[in-house]
């Protein structure tokens, strides 16, 4: 399985039991991460760096950018948490 552009190949297309991220394996959270990486190097568009997954994680490129973005709010929100607003009853 080789992909196209600047992403390396790290993992085999299967279908995981669902999980706590969707049924992503922990290797292809990994893979996300490497290729989105390499691809901002050799400025690649996040589109394509999604529709190359697609092809070799056998995923919608909709369904991994979901996911990618999912992961970017978990990551901002868990640093700069705020609590929610307080409500009082009636």
Known sequence: MEMSGS?????????????PHGGWQKQEIELLETCVSEGAKSGESLRSVF??????????????????????REAQEGENARPLPFETFT
């Open 51 to 72: 529709d190359d997954m697609s092809r070799e994680l056998g995923r919608k490129p909709n369904s991994i950018r979901n996911f990618y973005y999912a992961q970017l």
């Open 7 to 19: 992403c390396p190949q790290t993992v085999a297309p299967a279908r995981p039991i669902r999980g």
